[in-house]
C-alpha cells in the first residue's frame, strides 16, 4: 500500500531555533499533502495545505511566518517551525493524497519538543 | 456546533464482543467519510472510508453511512484487545479538496 513517511520522528531543539520536518509519498506522487498539529489527548487540527509548485494555504491562525511550508516535488513537503517556542512542542502529522481512489494516507508523525 | 461529533469515551466492550462506533456531522455538504485508529503516540492509521449510503464491510469492521441522519458509524466485529485505541472520524466537503477534518476521536478499550 502507499507509505507516506516522515523524518524527524522525534525532536528536540532549543527555544529560538527552527526545526525542519520532511514528508515523503515513497510509492506515488502526491500534488497535495496536509501538515496537521496534535496536542495531548486532543483531535488533529489541520495546519495547511501544501501544493506541488505554488504557495501553500494556511488555515485561520496558523501563521504562514512562523511555519513555512515548502513542497519542493510531487513526492517532499516539508514544515519549518522557525524560532520555536515551547508552545510549539507537540506532534505533528503530514498526510499526502494518492493511491487508490485518492485516499489520504497519514504519514509517521513527528514530535516535537522546544526546551 | 463541531463540524464533527464523537462521545469521547472510553467506551469499554469485552473480548469477542462487537463495539459500536458512532460519528454525527453537521454539514450536509460532506462528501467522504473516513475512518482512522490511532494508537497512543503514533499517527492515525486508515481503517475505512465510505462514500454512498449503506454499509461497507471489510473483514471484521463494517462502516455505516446515513447522509439524511447525517451520521457515520463503525462496527467492529469480534472484538480483540489490539482494537483497544483511539477511533477517528473525518470528513471532506465537497468543493473542500481532500481537507479532511476530524472529531476528537472515541476511546476503546477491549478487556479480557
Known amino acids: 500500500g502507499a507509505v507516506v513517511s516522515q523524518h524527524p520522528s522525534r525532536v528536540i531543539c532549543k527555544s529560538g531555533t527552527s526545526v525542519k520536518i520532511e514528508c515523503r509519498s515513497l510509492?506515488?506522487?502526491?500534488?497535495?499533502m496536509f501538515w496537521y498539529r496534535q496536542f495531548p489527548k486532543q483531535s488533529l487540527m489541520l495546519m495547511a495545505t501544501s501544493n506541488e509548485g505554488s504557495k501553500a494555504t494556511y488555515e485561520q491562525g496558523v501563521e504562514k511566518d512562523k511555519f513555512l511550508i515548502n513542497h519542493a516535488s510531487l513526492t517532499l513537503s516539508t514544515l519549518t517551525v522557525t524560532s520555536a517556542h515551547p508552545e510549539d512542542s507537540s506532534f505533528y502529522i503530514c498526510s499526502a493524497v494518492g493511491g487508490e481512489r485518492n485516499t489520504i494516507y497519514f504519514g509517521e508523525g513527528s514530535w516535537l519538543t522546544v526546551v | 456546533q463541531k463540524e464533527v461529533e464523537q462521545n469521547s469515551g472510553p467506551l469499554s466492550v469485552p473480548e469477542g464482543a462487537i463495539a459500536s462506533l458512532n460519528c454525527t456531522y453537521s454539514d450536509r455538504g460532506s462528501q467522504s467519510f473516513f475512518w482512522y485508529r490511532q494508537y497512543s503516540g503514533k499517527s492515525p492509521e486508515l481503517i475505512m472510508f465510505?462514500?454512498?449510503?449503506g454499509d461497507k464491510e471489510d473483514g471484521r469492521f463494517t462502516a455505516q453511512l446515513n447522509k439524511a441522519s447525517q451520521y457515520v458509524s463503525l462496527l467492529i466485529r469480534d472484538s480483540q484487545p489490539s482494537d483497544s485505541a483511539t477511533y477517528l472520524c473525518a470528513v471532506t466537503r465537497t468543493g473542500g479538496g481532500n481537507k479532511l477534518t476530524f472529531g476528537t476521536g472515541t476511546q476503546l478499550k477491549v478487556e479480557l
Open positions: 510509492d506515488f506522487q502526491a500534488t497535495t
Open positions: 465510505i462514500y454512498s449510503n
